[in-house]
């Protein structure tokens, strides 16, 4: 295939891409998704042809934004710099051209200046030192040892094993071990060689003596050259480009000249594969192990720990044994586990100040210690653990605790994000509304003692699954059966942002297929994990998050013994009239049900959302057999932080032969609301779709938007010193009020 065939070829296939972003795409709906995932393999098997695309991409740009297709410019960005971190090499006339492209769109509204302005940050950084977007890139999601980039990325796929079929989960299980094979640390620094040393040197570089060389190298001289070209790169963003190319060439002669020389012809530019990220899979089995795995990526435990011990130690692990010794927590510490009983005789002998002799009868008076049990200590309360990732690097020791007053402690150094998690959720609205629970104790706990916050960068991605029978069918509501019914938050986003419909929306129906389908020879092949490649490219590109707002529930019994619940639910709240009830109860609610009708009597006490956002309290009592609140609104236009509230009521209609009944639909908007029996009949109350989320004999429930725990904590500490104070005061009026969950898109909403 000649150059002029094989543009038009990429050409057909870009503008393809955009079809697909209008709905016109001629393609069967099961194959949707896969045009990028195709056009992006094709230029990995011919590298050489990325400033091709490249070039294409640019000018469909351009087109774009003349003829006012705005929808068509951010998944374009995307994939042109996508191709662009790939790239062995692209002239600097071509990244000027882009760069200045991003530059116009700084004119524009959100998202567009918002990714404008990153891109365009990447590329000067690009063109000043070639190669460093790649170089990060991999040094980060394989968290190689570097100073000069000490940043770690790692990706967690939970899934839900009672949501998703065991075909899938296997499948998952298989591609993500898949992934990861001939990807070890010395592979991946030859990479990073390899490319960072071709980019910058183009067609002088000799691509097939440099991987020659480095493969006939010890490990130990692998990592020093890994460390030099490192090096070059990122202090080369403050000195001129030629001395950034002088000084990768005579690190590329000096590999070169450490090997014998060869007699293979210069190549031309050969493309370098880049490494699949740093993905691991885990079963969502119990409720706090996305905490858990977030604790252990942060601080990964040695070696020589029993793996038998390690569930038993997480599960007696909390928050307040990490960082006991950590210095970022010294100012924000509400009590502190000592070790110090506070008897006199028990302070060692050297002690700071001499102690003051007293008489015989106080000598007799004091306490007295008795001899305890000695606890063993887990690997994850040692101190060795505690001091291996409780400072980041360059970073000081802690300072030991000031035991007497008038000596201050070191100023400690302060605390980077090195550590970047990014959380993706595969399954249907029941697993975000597990995320929601674990996000909001997650803050609970960074609220009592912040640990991760200061540390981790933490990043949530949803793609949506759902299979026809999922492995426990008492799982399934007879409300919510049908892909837009479970899928709320992923049809939302959908309507949103169109490049997340094309690209992760559609895996919906793709992963299941694929999970079912035979096992092909080629299956080992890292170049044919599609739904891997999906997922690092979802990680890798989405950096919009989108933010839905997390709604806190109290749920009352009508046992008096039986203490309130509290929980936490992200997309929908459904009550039912409870119908497990005694014989006589059941007789007493048939012959009121003659007179009055189906359903309970309730009372609905909301606050009213209006244009002018003035509070409006309102009260209301009606006959009812369900209510529905949903946090997801069916039009991206519409206000994300509200609730839609449906109300099935009961009215009674008296004729002159009978008396009927009819059911109509109530349907109002509130951000707080409260539902009381006023009969004293029970209900239920399921959360998130979920039947595991049920409550079960409630006769009132009260629903407002979940506040964020650290603003709270601030709210309560202003009140003790101003009592008086209504309004938020102080720091309390600067820090976000509600707990919202951000999940990432490929461009946010737009509007």
Not at 258 to 279: E, F, K, V
Not at 677 to 692: A, H, M, N, Y
Request: glycine residues 4%; negative net charge.
């Amino acid at each position: 295939m000649d150059s002029t065939e094989l543009e038009s070829d990429i050409l057909r296939r870009v503008r393809a891409l955009l079809r697909e972003l209008d709905g016109h795409h001629p393609a069967c709906q099961s194959d949707r998704g896969m045009l990028r995932w195709t056009l992006h393999k094709k230029i990995d098997q011919n590298p050489s042809n990325s400033s091709m695309l490249v070039r294409i991409l640019v000018k469909e740009l351009e087109r774009a934004e003349r003829g006012d297709f705005r929808h068509y410019i951010i998944p374009l960005l995307h994939t042109l710099m996508y191709t662009l971190i790939k790239a062995p090499c692209i002239s600097d006339e071509l990244c000027s051209r882009v760069y200045d492209f991003c530059k116009k769109l700084l004119t524009l509204p959100k998202p567009f200046c918002t990714i404008g302005l990153d891109y365009a940050i990447r590329l000067k950084m690009e063109m000043t030192a070639p190669g460093m977007l790649y170089q990060r890139m991999v040094i980060s999601e394989q968290s190689l040892k570097s100073d000069p980039y000490p940043y770690q990325e790692k990706i967690f796929v939970f899934a839900d094993p009672e949501l998703l079929s065991e075909a899938i989960c296997n499948a998952l299980v298989t591609d993500t071990e898949a992934a990861q094979v001939s990807q070890s640390p010395r592979v991946c620094m030859c990479y990073v060689i390899t490319h960072t040393v071709q980019a910058a040197l183009a067609e002088g570089c000799d691509i097939h003596s440099l991987q020659a060389s480095l493969q006939g190298m010890a490990t130990g001289d692998v990592e020093h050259w890994f460390q030099q070209v490192v090096s070059a790169v990122e202090c080369g963003g403050s000195a001129e480009r030629g001395q950034h190319t002088a000084r990768l060439e005579g690190i590329y002669h000096s590999i070169l000249s450490s090997s014998p020389a060869g007699d293979s012809p210069l190549g031309g530019l050969q493309g370098t594969p880049l490494p699949n990220p740093n993905i691991s899979f885990h079963l969502w089995t119990e409720d706090d192990q996305l905490w858990k795995e977030l604790v252990l990526f942060i601080h990964p435990l040695s070696q020589s720990c029993e793996p038998d011990c390690l569930s038993q130690d997480l599960d007696n692990f909390e928050i307040q044994d990490i960082i006991s010794e950590c210095e970022c927590c010294e100012q924000t510490r509400f009590s502190m586990l000592s070790t110090d009983s506070g008897i006199e005789r028990d302070l060692p002998a050297a002690a700071e100040e001499p102690l003051v002799p007293c008489s015989a009868e106080a000598e007799q008076s004091r306490l007295h210690r008795k001899g305890g049990i000695k606890k063993k200590p887990s690997p994850l309360e040692s101190v060795a653990f505690l001091q291996a990732g409780g400072s980041s690097p360059g970073a000081k020791p802690p300072p030991k605790l000031q035991r007497r007053a008038g000596a201050p402690p070191e100023p400690a150094a302060p605390l980077q994000r090195l550590h970047t998690a990014r959380i993706v959720l595969l399954g249907d609205d029941r697993i975000l509304g597990r995320l929601a629970q674990a996000f909001h104790s997650l803050r609970k706990r960074e609220t009592r003692r912040a640990f991760l916050t200061p540390r981790l960068n933490l990043q949530f991605y949803h793609i949506p699954v759902v299979t026809g029978q999922p492995n426990t069918s008492a799982l399934v509501d007879h409300t919510a059966t049908s892909h837009g019914e479970l899928c709320e938050v992923a049809e939302y986003l959908s309507r949103a942002d169109p490049w997340y419909e094309s690209n992760i929306n559609t895996l919906c129906h793709i992963i299941p297929k694929l999970a079912t389908m035979p096992s092909s020879p080629s299956k080992h092949l890292v170049t044919d994990l599609f739904i891997t490649d999906v997922i690092a490219y979802y990680a890798r590109m989405a950096t919009q998050p989108v933010c839905f707002q997390v709604y806190a529930v109290k749920v009352f019994f009508n046992d008096p013994a039986q203490e309130p619940a509290e929980d936490v639910f992200l997309t929908e709240l459904c009550t039912q009239v409870q119908d497990s009830l005694s014989h006589r109860e059941l007789n007493m609610i048939k012959k009121k049900t003659n007179l009055d009708g189906p359903g309970i009597d309730l009372t609905v006490t909301y606050r009213k959302v209006v244009v002018s956002d003035r509070a409006k309290e309102l009260a209301v009592s009606l006959r009812s057999t369900a209510l529905v609140m949903k946090a997801i609104p069916a039009d991206e236009a519409e206000d994300l932080m509200c609730l839609s509230v449906n109300i099935t009521e009961i009215i009674r209609i008296n004729n002159l032969s009978r008396r009927s009944f009819s059911a109509v639909a109530n349907k109002l908007k509130t951000r707080n609301i409260a539902i009381r029996s006023t009969e004293q009949r029970p209900f239920t109350v399921c959360l998130d779709k979920d039947s595991r989320r049920t409550y079960r004999n409630v006769i009132n429930v009260e629903v407002s938007p979940c506040l964020e725990p650290s603003y709270c904590l601030q709210k309560s500490r202003t009140m003790k010193f101003n009592l008086h104070e209504t309004e938020d005061v102080g720091l309390v009026k600067y820090m976000p009020k509600s707990l919202l969950l951000p999940i990432n898109t490929f461009a946010g909403v737009i509007q």
